[in-house]
């Protein structure tokens, strides 16, 4: 669109699913695979402090996708207050051709459409399809089953996307389909099966369910969440002499403890990737400036990726588990892989 010209009708996609299920994989994929002459935004919410995804989408690309984060938990807390506020930002910025929003894995997609809904009722968004991503594995988890924002993901979903369908064993993916069938969802009869989160960019066209009620949805958002304000120092404070920040937060039955290191450290690679190899939380990511070049660490379970990256503005890496870790341990653990030279 024009500088200077209204911002109108832009394409916006709620990607959503739970905690580890690949949704920052999917649409570092989509990001690859968007149109060269397309301008494309993120808008990513991270359960932890630290801000950590848009690093593993990589640099923005100038004049081609940009990127805003807001970290803290749901974004669509006090009213959707936090979300407003940077998604007017990234807007005016980016002045996107589309836009993708990431919430966390364990906010609520469905406060997240309402909070939506001045910009769909103004023409600033066209909300088209909540693509849920799910492993179809995870049915067999009871604390899954039992999640209100598990069960959420599913319901406000348009498209369901089993994403790491070349690890199930036979019958997974006829359980995910019972089990949407006899929930009633909408989207049971088109499920989509991928790899390593390989999205397809025609998905993102379908036409939302949401935006119908949208209006009518953000005249009830829940207020029983309280305002938070991001404690991340980004950009508002000087490093302190240890040369890192440590920022945690809990909630949803899940804690988190993050760290923000000067950009003058550099990390030994392979200290890291032993360190990172055996850590036992349930999720764990970061980026990081070694002596080899930027690398990007994603963990789930037991699995770990590694992925090169072009630049990033500093080290920083954010654990989340269902049990308050020994942070003080693992901060040390993490200033030992500091490199030497």
């Not at 494309?40 to 004049?63: P, R, S, T």
């Amino acid at each position: 669109m024009p500088a200077g010209a209204p911002i109108s009708n832009v394409p916006a996609n709620v990607i959503t699913g739970f905690l580890g299920v690949g949704k920052t994989t999917a649409i570092r994929h989509l990001l690859q695979s968007k149109p060269r002459d397309e301008r494309w935004a993120v808008l990513v919410n991270e359960f932890g402090e630290v801000g950590v995804d848009g690093g593993l989408f990589g640099a923005e690309k100038d004049g081609e996708v940009f990127i805003r984060e807001v970290p803290g938990g749901c974004m669509c807390c006090a009213a959707g207050l936090p979300m407003q506020v940077a998604l007017n930002q990234l807007l005016a910025r980016a002045r996107p051709q589309r836009l993708l929003i990431e919430p966390t894995g364990l906010g609520h997609p469905r406060e997240v459409l309402a909070a939506l809904a001045d910009a769909v009722r103004a023409g600033v968004l066209d909300l088209r399809a909540t693509v849920t991503l799910v492993d179809a594995r995870s049915l067999e988890d009871e604390r899954y089953l039992r999640s209100e924002t598990f069960q959420q993901q599913l319901a406000v979903a348009d498209m369901v996307v089993a994403n790491k369908s070349d690890l199930y064993r036979p019958g997974d993916l006829q359980n995910l389909q019972r089990f949407l069938e006899y929930s009633g969802n909408a989207a049971a009869a088109s499920v989509q099966t991928v790899e390593q989160g390989r999205i397809d960019s025609d998905w993102l066209q379908g036409p939302s369910r949401f935006r119908a009620t949208a209006e009518h949805d953000a005249q009830r958002l829940p207020q029983a969440h309280s305002a938070h304000t991001p404690a991340s120092p980004d950009g508002e404070e000087p490093w302190p002499a240890c040369g890192f920040h440590r920022l945690e937060n809990s909630g949803e039955g899940y804690h988190s403890c993050g760290w923000l290191f000067d950009p003058a450290l550099t990390f030994d690679y392979q200290r890291l990737f032993s360190l990172i190899s055996g850590a036992g939380a349930e999720r764990l990511k970061g980026v990081f400036i070694t002596e080899r070049g930027v690398f990007g660490f994603n963990k789930v379970d037991a699995v770990l990726s590694v992925m090169e990256l072009d630049d990033t503005l500093d080290s920083r890496v954010e654990v989340i588990d269902r049990t308050r870790g020994d942070w003080d341990a693992m901060e040390s653990d993490w200033l030992n892989t500091l490199s030497s030279d």
